[in-house]
Nanobody
Framework: QGLLVESGGGLVQPGGSLRLSCAAS???????????MKWYHRPPGKERELVAY????????NYADSVKGRFTISRDNIKNTLYLQMNNLKPNDTGVYFC?????WGQGTQVTVSS
């Protein structure tokens, strides 16, 4: 049974940076590198929203308008890990961030942007 585990969240001041990681494990016959991956953001009291997408090979990415130019999604298919580099963070970026592979969600990591 596959598992996705996020890490890297925390408390940061506006304008700061964080790098989230999502480690995939247990996908024995269903390798990490075969699937597109996504990051979602759930603001406090709101629904989960898509913020970034990356193709299986990493050659295509897409971002929500709210994070374009500030966030970068990437992946390491050798390490079975997905990343989200978050720069120039804003208070509206506060919330729980989840990684997603078709059929699987991570448990989320909390990001709080506050002075």
């Amino acid at each position: 049974q596959g598992l996705l585990v996020e890490s890297g969240g925390g408390l940061v001041q506006p304008g700061g940076s964080l790098r989230l990681s999502c480690a995939a494990s247990g996908f024995i016959f269903d390798t990490f590198s075969k699937y597109e991956m996504k990051w979602y953001h759930r603001p406090p009291g709101k629904e989960r929203e898509l913020v970034a997408y990356i193709s299986a090979t990493g050659d295509r990415t897409n971002y929500a308008d709210s994070v374009k130019g500030r966030f970068t999604i990437s992946r390491d298919n050798i390490k079975n890990t997905l990343y989200l580099q978050m720069n120039n963070l804003k208070p509206n970026d506060t919330g729980v961030y989840f990684c997603y592979r078709p059929g699987y969600w991570g448990q989320g990591t909390q990001v709080t942007v506050s002075s």
